[in-house]
């Protein structure tokens, strides 16, 4: 008996170790980001090779999406550091991905079939410090803005200077970017300041020589400054910082956390009366205090009736576990908290007396049930009793 064997056009291409209608994408620094959506799509060069030519910066990283544009399809350098390029064919594997470590014209191909990938440096430009562009960003400077805004950004002299004159800068934390002047600031890794650290500058001329890095620097004083740039290399430079005019703002602070969604446009400020700073707030959660320099103070403690108080630092977010009317006060730097006394004869917290504080107390007595029970010794006698429905009684009667 003859026999019939009918293939699909798909089916035939899986016998023959080819892939249909198969589709690569390039994500990461300079490929739209790390998203999944819009990624860069490579050009089909046949028999599963995929190919993408462009510019790429020094320090950017990317992967691969094999397939779909979601993280489960992410192919990465399966050995080394992923440092690139190399120039040699690579075993990918899942997650991952290359940095690299020169700027310039980048071939890089993917081979769908042996799931290998090569990346090579085709033109290393000559660097140019003229060719570049800065801007500063941060508290001290006016927010950490991304994009910066014009007020951030310097002027580029035309001979491997740059200038920015700003005023109004106050005691706080900023970082220096530096970018090829083709690119746009777009993304917070660029906002770098590396050996600069945590800068002690004072007043008159400051020169700090920095390499790119990631460390936030410190600007101890406030007023109008002259901000420039020299020295300028492919990874580092040299900022001087003239303060010409010091600013002492008046002592303020502010009060801003999960209640009003970490807005600084809704934070509360705070009364001050000869050095005590007061406010009284219906909040609970995580929050901290911003002061007039703009720097964000907390202390990463939960603050209770036992341990109320805490010195204001550079430090995590307080808390305050329950929602109620709190009045907090500052002196010195060191914030207390006054917590909210008990009514008498509401058990269960909600801030008035009813027939509901009676039923908290008979589930309790009924049931050891205390989820509704915020003061169930009404009476203060150590107990929790019969009596204490008693006094509840006499509350709503008004023998109290």
């Not at 993917?110 to 003229?130: C, G, H, M, R, S």
């Not at 001290?140 to 002299?157: H, R």
């Not at 035309?158 to 106050?170: K, M, Q, R, V």
């Not at 049930?369 to 203060?380: A, E, P, Y």
Request: one cysteine or more.
């Amino acid at each position: 008996m003859k026999k019939t064997i009918t293939l699909t056009f798909v089916a035939l291409l899986a016998m023959i170790g080819l892939k249909a209608q198969a589709t690569m994408y390039l994500v990461g620094d300079g490929f739209n980001g790390w998203t999944t959506t819009g990624n860069v799509e490579m050009t089909d060069d046949g028999d599963g090779m995929y190919s993408w030519s462009g510019n790429l910066v020094a320090g950017s990283s990317f992967a691969f999406f094999r397939d779909t544009e979601d993280w489960g399809s992410q192919r990465g350098p399966a050995a080394g550091d992923g440092s690139a390029p190399t120039g040699d064919w690579e075993d990918t594997q899942a997650m991952g991905a290359w940095t690299l470590t020169a700027s310039g014209g980048y071939v890089i191909q993917y081979n769908y079939n042996t799931d290998q990938a090569k990346i090579v440096l085709t033109d290393e430009p000559v660097f140019n410090p003229a060719q570049r562009r800065f801007a500063v960003t941060g508290a001290a400077f006016g927010g950490w803005n991304m994009p910066p805004s014009g007020a951030q950004v310097f002027a580029n002299n035309g001979d491997g200077t740059y200038t920015l004159e700003f005023e109004g800068a106050t005691t706080a934390d900023f970082k220096l970017s530096s970018i090829d002047a083709n690119s746009d600031f777009s993304s917070w890794t660029v906002f770098d300041s590396g050996a600069m650290g945590a800068s002690n500058l004072a007043s008159g001329d400051n020169a700090l020589s920095t390499s790119y890095g990631t460390a936030n620097m410190h600007f101890p004083v406030s007023g109008n400054v002259t901000l420039t740039i020299s020295n300028v290399t492919e990874t580092s430079c040299t900022l001087n910082i003239t303060l010409t005019e010091e600013i002492i703002p008046d002592k303020a602070y502010y009060l801003i956390g999960a209640f009003n969604e970490w807005s600084e446009e809704t934070m509360v400020p705070f009364e001050e009366n000869d050095g005590v700073f007061t406010l009284t707030q219906t909040f609970g959660g995580e929050f901290k205090v911003k002061d007039e320099n703009g720097n964000w103070l907390g202390g990463g403690v939960t603050l209770t009736e036992e341990n109320p108080s805490v010195t204001l630092v550079d430090g995590g977010n307080l808390v305050l576990a329950e929602e109620k009317e709190y009045t907090l006060t500052i002196v010195d730097g060191v914030l207390t908290v006054t917590f909210p006394s008990a009514i008498y004869g509401d058990t269960n917290g909600d801030g008035v007396v009813t027939s509901a504080d009676i039923t908290a107390l008979y589930d309790y007595l009924l049931n050891n049930d205390l989820s509704n029970l915020v003061n169930g010794d009404v009476n203060n006698d150590g107990n929790i009793t019969s009596s204490d429905i008693t006094a509840v009684y006499d509350v709503l009667l008004g023998n109290v």
